[in-house]
Each structure stands twice: as C-alpha cells, then as structure tokens.
C-alpha cells in the first residue's frame, strides 16, 4: 500500500480530490487524475451508486412484494441486483472516498483488501447472474419438461452457490500471489492489481468474461432458433375452426417469445458495450502504456452497468413496473395507504347502510299507504 504513497503527499488534515503523487508514476498518469477529471469523476461515482442502489433495491422489494414476480426465476434477478447492489454501493461507495482523500487507504491495507475481493467477486457475480438467466431461459423456453426438473426450491440455492463459488474462484489468484488487490492511483479505488500481474488479467478475462458471454451467446441463439422454428411452423399450418384455439395460442408463445428476444438483445448489446471496453484493455496493455484516462473511462463503464441492469431488465416489464409502484406505497406511502383504504371500507359501510335504509323505507311507505315511518317519526 505504501507503494501509492510518499512523503509529498499533503498533511493528513487537508482533503484533496483525485490528486496522487507518486515517484513510480508518470506526469501523463498525474495528469489525467488530478483536478481537471477528478470532478466530473466524482459526479459519475456519486451517480452511479445512487442510481444504482436505488434501483436495485427496487427491484428485490418488487420480487418480494409483488405477487406476480415471486416466481422461482426470479430468483436470479434478485441474485443479480444484490450483486449490481454491491458495486453501487460499495465500490463506488469507496470509490468517492478515495476521490475526495487519497490519503484515505493510506492505513487500512485490509479494508482495501476487503473492497478489492468485494470488487472483483461482485463485478464476475453480475456477469455470471446474467449468463444463468440466459440458461434458464433457454431451458425454460426449449425444454420445458426438463426445466421442472432442474429449477425447483430444492434446487435454486445450489444454483446460486454455484455462481458464487466460481465468482469467488476468479479472486482466489490475488489471496496465493498470482495476483494482489491495491489502491489503484488511476481509478482512486481498491482493486486487482492490474499493472503487475498480467497472467491474472488472462484468468480473469477468461473466468469473468469471456465463459459468461460464450454461454449468454449460446443461449439466446438457441432461443432464437426455437422461436424462428415455431414462426416456420405456423406459416406451414392450415388454420381450420377446429384447431383455430389451439393454433392461437401457439401463436401467443410465438409473441411471448419475441419480446423476449427483444429483450434480452438489449441486454446482450449492452453487456458487451459496458464490460468489453475494460475487460480487453487489461489484456491488450500489456505494459500499461495506455493513457490513464482511457482506463478512468472504461472501469467507469463497466461499473455504470450495475446500475441500469435493473431497468434493462424491467423497463419492458409491465409486471416489474406494477412491483416498484407496490414496493413504493408500502415502503414510503404505507400509511397513506392504510388511511386511504379504510376510508374507501368505511364509505363503502356508510352508502351500503344507506341504501338498506331507503329499501326499507320504500317499503314501510308502500305498507302505510305513501306515509313514511322511521324511528325518527317513532
């Protein structure tokens, strides 16, 4: 850790943002991180976890609230956003600190080694989340007999334990030497060293990268080939009234299926746009000759995923949008709520009273020749 730090760094009592003097460093890399992108930096961190926390924690409240989204696969959507919610909140949670005092880490090599693992097992959790919603999709859609068998509530925590054990696999290099986590003086934040150890880059754009996008590939091509197939197939069919019911509702999977693919190519669009930029850089430059501005703009990048993860995945929902306005009013407008609801019980009491009251004086008056008897005339 001393590495980052030497005697010209100002006194402890003075906060600076996003400066770091350092002798094993070039005046390109001191450049880049002093004061003229330390603060649009620190605006985009502090966006990032806000945005993202926000919305992740969205999305795990309307799983859990919303009865129409407690459904066993979404299981990974909650797995992602808890994995999307930990870079938002820790990684760039830190990231603003280390951008306003560098001197921050200066004495908490293992708080840095902490965030470093948190970074690194997190960033490869929401990759590999997003790879197994690509495979129980694709189970789900084309095999559907098979998928009963393989996503139960038996099995889902394996599932998850699974994800997590090759997630913390890919850091387990920087605990036996092969790699080390560090205060990055480019990004201002803990984590692999990847200036020194370029064997682990290797390892880790192929665990954390490059597996996740050959299986999410895999998966949606298979989709896609279901769908077409099923689209080939009903263009083929003669539609006659007695197989008119069942023809339509093929015809709705085919629909279903075609948002789906929608979907889910936005989401593929955007995971290769946000995470390749970083993840081909660490294996490219080699000697880290590449601007330090490039790397500030690619890490930005790739962490700005978690934080729209969540709306890539519920903005064509309309499910997902009736769970957040669920979550809301139960979390921030419980009261308001219960006061609301009440009234609408009481009103409904008061006009159901009212309306057995004028019954029976219809026909007390019918009964007493067009004179009407109530108690008050008792």
């Known amino acids: ?19 770091v003097f350092s002798d ?41 609230v919303h009865h129409k989204l407690r459904v ?51 960033c490869c959790g929401s990759l590999w989340s997003l790879a197994s919603i690509a495979i129980n999709r694709y189970i789900a859609i084309c095999h ?16 998850l334990l699974l994800i997590w054990t ?3 696999l890919a850091d ?3 605990l036996f030497g092969m790699g080390d986590h560090e205060f990055d003086p480019v990004l201002l934040v803990c984590t692999f060293d990847y200036r020194e150890s370029y064997n682990y880059n290797i390892f880790l754009f192929i665990l954390a990268f490059c597996l996740p996008m050959v299986f999410i590939s895999w998966s949606y091509v298979r989709i896609f080939t279901y769908a077409k197939g099923i689209s080939r197939e009903l263009r083929n069919l003669q539609i006659d009234k007695d197989d008119e019911k069942n023809n339509k509702k093929q015809y709705k999977i085919r629909v ?39 790397y500030i703009l690619a890490a930005s990048l790739s962490h700005t995923n978690s934080s729209i993860n969540w709306l890539l995945y519920c903005a064509t929902n309309k499910n997902f949008r009736e769970g957040y306005r669920t979550f809301i009013c139960k979390i921030c407008l419980c009261g308001l709520v219960k006061t609301k609801k009440n009234f609408s019980i009481d009103m409904g009491k008061i006009m159901f009273n009212r309306r ?9 008056t019918s009964r007493t020749g067009g004179q009407r008897t109530t108690e008050d005339q008792l």
């Open 24 to 64: 094993d460093y070039d005046d390109d890399i001191e450049e880049v991180v002093g004061s003229s992108y330390s603060v649009p930096l620190l605006v985009a961190y502090i966006m990032f976890a806000l945005f993202g926390c926000i919305g992740n924690i969205l999305v795990i409240g309307a799983v859990f």
């Open 256 to 294: 279903t299926d075609r948002r789906l693919l929608r979907t889910i190519m936005m989401l593929v669009i955007f995971f290769s746009l946000m995470w390749a930029p970083f993840s081909l850089i660490v294996v490219i430059d080699r000697d880290t000759s590449f601007p330090a501005l490039v």
């Open 356 to 364: 057995t009251a004028n019954e029976s004086m219809s026909r007390d």
């Open 144 to 159: 559907r007999d098979l998928y009963r068998r393989i996503y139960t509530r038996r099995t889902m925590p394996l599932h």
């Open 72 to 122: 066993l696969s979404n299981t990974f959507l909650v797995n992602l956003a808890v994995a999307d919610l930990s870079v938002s909140a820790v990684i760039n949670g830190f990231g603003i600190l280390g951008l306003v005092n560098v001197r921050f880490f200066e004495d908490k090599p293992a708080l840095c080694e902490i965030i470093g693992i948190v970074c690194v097992t997190s």
């Open 172 to 174: 387990i290099p920087n």
């Open 1 to 19: 850790m001393d590495l980052y730090y030497n005697s010209t760094l100002p006194p402890d009592d003075i906060t600076i943002i996003g400066q």
């Open 166 to 168: 090759v997630c913390f």
